[in-house]
């Protein structure tokens, strides 16, 4: 599910990219950052655009705030079905403790949360250029919009793109 909190924040600056991003947001699905980071090496700020140049799924769904509120609470229930939420609010060490022994003794477990972290931070890095397309300059303001977005991978970001303010219509 990583990859619509993603989309919500690439597709917007899509038309003006070297390579369209979708089939690298699709990839990034199974092959995480290795999929997405191709596009990424090539992609370039936009830091503004009008409604007219959104495609129709980026308007009509990834700027929809029923949408946003929606993968926010999908996302939010991936922490409460996997015991993950409930573990960290009673017994936080054991929960870190089970978990780093997860990483230490499983190569797959260690690549999926350095993957999850690249993703996540890839997203809050493309946060301050979302805000000023929808008109925020502050920098510092968006910056620590962006690192609180970390805070809770992946849930940071679908938080984020539900509570952003709309793109401004001219």
Known sequence: LVGFPLACLIMPGAKFQKFNPTPFLIGSAAAGYGSLGLMMTTRTPVPTVEIEDLGWFTKNVLENKIFNWLLFAALVNTYIL????????????????????????????????????????????????????????????????????????????????????SLEQD
Do not use: M, N, W
């Open 82 to 165: 996997s015991g993950s939420g409930l573990g960290l609010l009673t017994d936080a060490g054991t929960t870190l403790s089970d978990f780093q022994e997860l990483i230490s003794g499983s190569a797959l477990g260690l690549v999926s949360t350095l993957d999850l972290a690249i993703l996540c931070l890839t997203g809050a890095s493309l946060v301050p250029e979302d805000l000023e397309r929808r008109g925020v300059t502050d920098r510092t303001k968006a910056s620590a919009i962006a690192a609180s977005t970390i805070l809770l991978p992946v849930v940071g970001l679908a938080l984020y793109a539900a509570l952003r303010p």
